[in-house]
């Protein structure tokens, strides 16, 4: 059983940074994929970003690439998703994932373990 808490939204205007964190409880978390999916209002959730249990390959929408950084710290039991270059269309409730597959993927249905979310807004 993993369960998974995020942190770090936030508003801020388009142009500015956050940096989201994801604690996870569970001692096997380091042998997860985790990957980090958005929602906005009134839109199906979407992903965003994955990484390997390693944290040695990661996978991103192309909406995000180039902007947007997963990371992870296994002793930390934490996952990070680093967002620059903020646009108003990023505003969505950001949700942390844990797969036990160990396959990166972009599909929800793959994911076993999901946060509660965590509100960003980006004001123009």
């Known amino acids: 059983q993993v369960q998974l808490v995020e942190s770090g939204g936030g508003l801020m205007q388009a142009g500015g940074s956050l940096r989201l964190s994801c604690a996870a409880s569970?001692?096997?978390?380091?042998?997860?994929?985790a990957g980090w999916f958005r929602q906005a209002l009134g839109k199906e959730r979407q992903f965003v970003a994955a990484?390997?249990?390693?944290?040695?390959?990661?996978f991103y929408a192309d909406s995000v690439k180039g902007r947007f950084t997963i990371s992870r710290d296994n002793a930390k039991n934490t996952v990070y998703l680093q967002m620059n270059s903020l646009k108003p269309e990023d505003t969505a409730v950001y949700y942390c994932a844990a797969a036990r597959d160990h396959d990166l993927s972009k599909y929800t249905v793959n994911y076993d373990y999901w946060g509660q979310g965590t509100q960003v807004t980006v004001s123009s």
């Open positions: 990484i390997r249990s390693s944290g040695g390959s990661t």
């Open positions: 569970g001692r096997t978390f380091s042998s997860y994929v």
